[in-house]
């Protein structure tokens, strides 16, 4: 099975600041990597699917990178209402697995 | 406008089960991959299980093979997760989702909360 490890765990930073997230997997899974924002008592909603194409929607300052076994999750501008919980997820095959999650905090 | 409702969650004895649903609309149903994520309490996500447009194929996560089959209607537009002898560790919010062409989940319902405790 694919073992993806995020980091940070946990993350503050101020509105106007540039944040990345970090995803490794365990194995190469090509760019079969998708991510997601979450917040308190919400379901999950897709950013970023195949590394780096952005859902519709989803605002531009808001994009991914990688390949292979590295990936990345860059908020070029943090806004109020982008804290909050960030996972990936590869999807190279099943079991489909997550990273443990990044929570952004405000500081 | 794609929507996704799922019900069935509530509390249960460990070694009982459950049947959770999740009913489709603002989209061709038939036409997608489906599937489970749960959440427990607290913690992160984890894939359950997939079934695909046409109940062709199925996959489970490791720790509910065997207890958890996952099903569908099409002509109900609905999602079906039968739990069989459930645990205490079964406990969390229950999810259905979309899947996409790259196995991204792009829809997602509301969840229903499933509590084994005795």
């Known amino acids: ?107 | 406008q794609v929507q996704l409702v799922e019900s069935g969650g509530g509390v249960v004895q460990p070694g009982r089960s459950l049947r959770l649903s999740c009913a489709g609309s603002g989209f061709t149903f038939s036409s997608f991959a489906m599937n489970w994520v749960r959440q427990a309490p607290g913690k992160g996500l984890e894939w359950v299980a997939l079934i695909s447009f046409d109940s062709g194929n199925e996959d489970y996560e490791e720790s509910v093979k065997g207890r958890f089959t996952v099903s569908r209607d099409n002509s109900k537009n609905t999602l079906y997760l039968q739990m069989n002898s459930l645990r205490v560790d079964d406990t969390a919010v229950y999810y259905c989702a979309r899947g996409e062409g790259f196995g991204d989940f792009d829809y997602w319902g509301q969840g229903t909360l499933v509590t084994v405790s005795s």
Request: proline share 6%.
């Open chain 1, 1 to 107: 099975d694919i073992q993806m490890t995020q980091s940070p765990s946990s993350l503050s930073a101020s509105v106007g600041d540039r944040v990345t997230i970090t995803c490794r997997a365990s194995q190469i899974i090509s760019n079969y990597l998708n991510w997601y924002q979450q917040k308190p008592g919400k379901a999950p909603k897709l950013l970023i699917y195949a590394a780096s194409n952005l859902q519709n929607g989803v605002p531009s300052r808001f994009s991914g990178g990688g390949s292979g076994t590295d990936f990345t999750l860059t908020i070029s501008s943090l806004q109020p209402e982008d804290f909050a919980t960030y996972y990936c997820q590869q999807s190279y095959n099943t079991p489909y697995s997550f990273g443990q999650g990044t929570k952004l905090e405000i500081k």
